[in-house]
């Protein structure tokens, strides 16, 4: 069944929030949607959903992160969350959202992506243990769970510090 992966709009809000609050059996990861996209981290461009037959069975987000020193700064983009609907997973959807929202987070000029997730997953689109570079993630995490992708090639060479997602994160 063809899908179609296009940016949310404000139409898609409510479905976006029943989505995630399925998907994850909670109702945190649905409320953080809402708070990033007040939030100035959001990209509307990268809020991504995916259709089936003008049903709403997927959604990514993108947002701005910045990735410290102690004298530096870095911009980048951090996946989270994302979500497909119980009755559509495990064939692939997850993937085509992925990879869409790199591409057109490349197309946008973003130089590189951070995720926390599943290795075996993130390891497929290009994503490394972001300790690679020394980049750091805020909390304690299993070091290979911590991820980074370069869009640009070497974006990442300079690169090192500790990951500072916005506020709203401390929701979940
Ligand atoms: C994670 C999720 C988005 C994947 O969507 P999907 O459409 O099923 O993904 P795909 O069909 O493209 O790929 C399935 C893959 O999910 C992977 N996967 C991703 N996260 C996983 C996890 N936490 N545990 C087990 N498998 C996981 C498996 O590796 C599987 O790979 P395989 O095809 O080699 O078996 C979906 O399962 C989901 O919504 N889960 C609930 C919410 C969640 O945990 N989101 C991720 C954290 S932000």
Known sequence: MPITIRPETQQDHKIIYQLNKHAFERDN?????NHLR??????PDL???????????????????????????????????????????KQGFGARLIQEGLNRATELGFKSVIV??????YIKFGFEPAQKWGIKAPFDVPSEAFMAIELVPNALENVNGMVQYPKEFELV
């Open 29 to 33: 990861e649905a409320k953080l949607v």
């Open 47 to 89: 809020s991504l959903v995916a259709e089936m037959e003008n049903q709403i069975i997927g959604h990514i987000l993108f947002v701005k992160i910045l990735i410290k020193n102690s004298t530096q700064h870095f911009e980048s983009l951090a996946l989270a969350p994302m979500a497909v609907h119980h009755d559509f997973q």
């Open 116 to 121: 926390l997730g599943y290795e075996q997953f």
């Open 38 to 43: 007040e939030s100035s981290a959001f990209i």
